[in-house]
């Protein structure tokens, strides 16, 4: 047989008793030169992942004593063990902010603001697929302690912790963590994607860009364009509903564009994308890098098309005791909803209109 490095081919007759030496000197060589290749490729990929992870953990605002006092929380999930892994249903709350530009640490203490955005994230035990619940800003609600009010209140009153407990005291079920996202994060993400192919519901003149007009349809939006995209809300009738549909119109965007063979196994565009949104993040202690990595393999095979968008379904507007323009939540339905986060069984809901086909 021809060995590494052999000049000829030699035989067990010609060559005698040393060959046995050379041909376990020669396959300790191919060892090696594969172990070296195997050495340099892992600590080039340690080196990008630990790069990667300190510009998520490092850039990210942490949010201190996020969640309220342990008594008050519904239980935490339990595992049924059909994954082996001992993986639990998760639930991401995502609070967006539109009141900055830069983080300097501010996105974390928003004790006195209203939340502008409110999306709790399902992420089923068994992985395979991604539900995200968009609540109206006004829907009018049980805030613990302070009677009742529009939901985003509970910022203003009581900061991140009683935000939380409201929204578990509504959905009666756990919020596992917690993300604040500054709209101008949004800008940055696009750019770092080379942009995002919206298809808009509904076409509109932009209050942010004068002249710009938003044609109903597919289009391609640039990261100043999906700022303006997912902020308004004057444009339409029906205001709130309307904003809330675009912004689950643009996040469906960016997981398209991001869950792709190209991006995936692009690690300079999945650098960019950390770098372009981490600055724009303050979240639980508990969401770093080694949690959003560990999910990130757990949900590997979950493409856009396994993401599902609904609203917590309302009977539409009416007015409070005190007189404010709220949004009235469908209790009935709301049942269906509860049932779902608090059994993992999202799959069996269905809302009678999907916000995003």
Known sequence: ?????????VTAESSGA?????KRRGWRIALIAIAAVVLLVGGVAGVYAWTLSNTFDSQTVKIPDVFPDEASRP????SDGATGDGATGQNILLLGSDTRGANDGSIADLTGQRSDTIMVVHVPENRENIYVMSIMRDSWVDIPGEGEAKINAAMSYGGVPLAVQTI??????RIDHVAIVDFTGFKGITDALGGVDIDNPVGFESSAMKG????????RLNGTEALAFVRERYAFADGDFQRARNQQAFIKAVLGKSLTAETLTNPARI???VGAI????????GLNSAYVAGLAVQLRDVRVGDVT????PTTGTGTSPDGQSIVVIDQEKLKAVQEGFQTDTLDTYQPEVQTIE
Do not use: H, I, K, W
């Not at 047989?1 to 081919?9: K, R, S, W």
């Not at 710009?212 to 289009?219: S, V």
């Not at 981490?278 to 202690?285: C, G, N, R, S, T």
């Open 271 to 273: 650098s960019d994308l």
């Open 212 to 219: 710009r007009y938003f044609d109903e349809g597919p289009q």
């Open 278 to 285: 981490a600055p724009y993040l303050a979240v639980d202690d």
């Open 168 to 173: 578990e005291g509504l959905l009666g079920a």
């Open 75 to 78: 239980p935490a999930a339990t």
């Open 18 to 22: 040393p060959a046995p030496r050379r």
């Open 309 to 312: 968008f609904f609203t917590l």
């Open 1 to 9: 047989m021809d060995l590494p490095g052999a000049g000829a081919t």
